[in-house]
């Protein structure tokens, strides 16, 4: 695979001499957070700033995930990133990818991955915590945004796997909410209908727990474009509830 560059940052890697995997595998910056170790090997996330824009780098090496696909292993940003040009090609809000390569390099198999910030929206995860203090009108919008995605996403034939607050981002703006995804390593096609469907959406729900049932509803009610006290809402919300159950009795 030959490397990419986001046609509307080329210009800006190359004034700062970072249009490469050479010359972004060795730029020092502080890591965000502890680096993964496992795989065989390790990968880090960066925070990169750039003109005033915000950019996370992504370095790993050796750190591979063994699929159909690649049965013989493959750095997981590649997964990653051809995640992230499928949701993109599928119309899917999600993060957005500004260069991805990998090389070999004595023996060691490396990977880059570098995407924009999200630096003016805040993810559902910080919004649970604030759920008290906001107003109905903010807590609606949110809830319709993340149904709106989910719904989006599932339309799409894709099942996110990881449909979690901490990777659900959101703003509001004039005329409502808007939601995206990060962490799209995990995804694949919805093969199983309604029971891919709910498995992706009741872990959001399970770490969720401020939600009250009508705030469910409004959620449900937003992804299955029904009213909220409709009979196929009362049906979902009651498939999740059991599903939440198990999952929290195991």
């Excluded at 996330?45 to 591979?64: A, P």
């Excluded at 990133?81 to 198999?109: M, T, W």
């Excluded at 559902?124 to 149904?147: F, T």
């Excluded at 029904?226 to 498939?239: E, G, K, Y």
Aim: proline share 5%.
């Amino acid at each position: 695979m030959s490397d990419f560059v986001a046609s509307a940052e080329t210009a800006l890697l190359e004034r700062h001499g970072l249009n490469g995997f050479e010359p972004l595998w060795a730029l020092q910056l502080d890591a965000v957070d502890e680096p993964n170790t496992g795989r065989g090997g390790w990968s880090s996330v960066y925070r990169l700033e750039l003109e005033g824009k915000g950019y996370y780098l992504k370095r790993q090496s050796d750190y591979l995930t063994h699929t159909l696909h690649s049965p013989f292993g493959e750095p997981t940003f590649a997964r990653e990133f051809r995640n992230i040009s499928r949701y993109q090609k599928l119309h899917i809000p999600a993060l957005q990818a500004v260069y991805f390569g990998e090389r070999k390099i004595d023996g060691q198999r490396r990977a880059i991955l570098m995407t924009r910030a999200l630096d003016d929206w805040s993810d559902l995860d910080l919004l649970l915590g604030q759920w008290p203090q906001l107003d109905i009108g903010q807590r609606q919008g949110i809830l319709r945004a993340c149904g709106v995605l989910a719904r989006t996403v599932h339309a799409a034939g894709q099942v996110h796997g990881c449909f979690y607050p901490k990777h659900i981002f959101l703003r509001e703006r004039g005329d409502g909410w808007q939601a995206q995804l990060i962490d799209l390593e995990k995804t694949r096609p919805l093969l199983f209908g309604q029971r891919d469907r709910l498995k992706d959406l009741e872990p959001l729900l399970r770490r969720a727990p401020v939600w009250a049932e009508a705030d469910v509803r409004v959620l449900l009610g937003s992804y299955l474009e029904q009213p909220t006290d409709s009979p196929l809402v009362q049906t979902w919300l009651q498939r999740l509830v059991r599903r939440r159950r198990h999952k929290e009795a195991r």
